[in-house]
């Protein structure tokens, strides 16, 4: 049961490449609700990208980051979508935040739509990663309240999200 569902804010979370970013804007258009995205206030508030924050002050670091980001969404932000970076579930209940959907998709499309993996610091070494996707798909499962197919394209996966909103 959603724990915050008065914010009317949608939470998008799901494994990285999963097409959160592109979900979020097209959801804007559809809906008119702004949209955040933590990777990019995180980076924009730290003047730093996300792989140097990783390199420089490592990942427990960029975890804590997330998680402030986490409770000023649930302090203060409504009415909008926020796009949030593959790890928050594993450290905040984003319940907290909003109504949660979980864009799901198999591991292979991960491999598949990361060509260049040099900007996400966990896709480096294919073996770890596959262990962190199996290792999160339950948390996301848990912590959502929809569970949307995202191996479709952008357009049907937005359908999808307003129908239940
Ligand atoms: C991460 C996902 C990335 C980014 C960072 C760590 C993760 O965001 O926050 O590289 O732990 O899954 P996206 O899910 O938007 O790629």
């Known amino acids: ?15 990285m490449c999963s097409g959160k970013s592109t979900v979020s804007k097209l959801l804007h258009k559809n809906t008119g609700k702004l949209t955040l995205d933590s990777d990019l206030i ?3 508030n730290h003047e730093m990208t996300i792989e140097d924050i990783f390199s ?12 402030q980001f986490c409770e000023s969404i649930k302090n203060s932000v409504r009415d ?12 905040y209940d984003v319940r907290q935040m909003g109504l949660v959907f979980y864009l799901d998709i198999p591991f292979e499309i991960v491999l598949e739509r990361t060509k260049d993996r040099s900007n ?12 962190i996707y199996n290792a999160r798909k339950q948390i996301y ?9 995202a191996t479709r394209n ?11 909103i």
């Not at 049961?1 to 494994?15: A, T």
């Not at 420089?56 to 998680?67: D, I, M, N, S, V």
């Not at 909008?80 to 450290?91: A, H, R, V, W």
């Open 1 to 15: 049961m959603n724990l915050q569902s008065n914010s009317n804010n949608i939470i998008l979370i799901g494994f």
């Open 42 to 44: 995180i980076s924009n």
């Open 56 to 67: 420089k002050h490592g990942e427990e670091y960029f975890r804590k980051l997330e998680y």
């Open 80 to 91: 909008s979508i926020i796009s949030t970076g593959g790890g928050i579930p594993t450290i």
């Open 120 to 131: 996400r610091p966990l896709l480096s070494n294919i073996d770890n990663a596959l262990n």
């Open 141 to 149: 499962k848990n912590l959502s309240d929809f569970k949307i197919d």
């Open 154 to 164: 952008a357009n049907d996966i937005v359908m999808d999200i307003v129908s239940k």
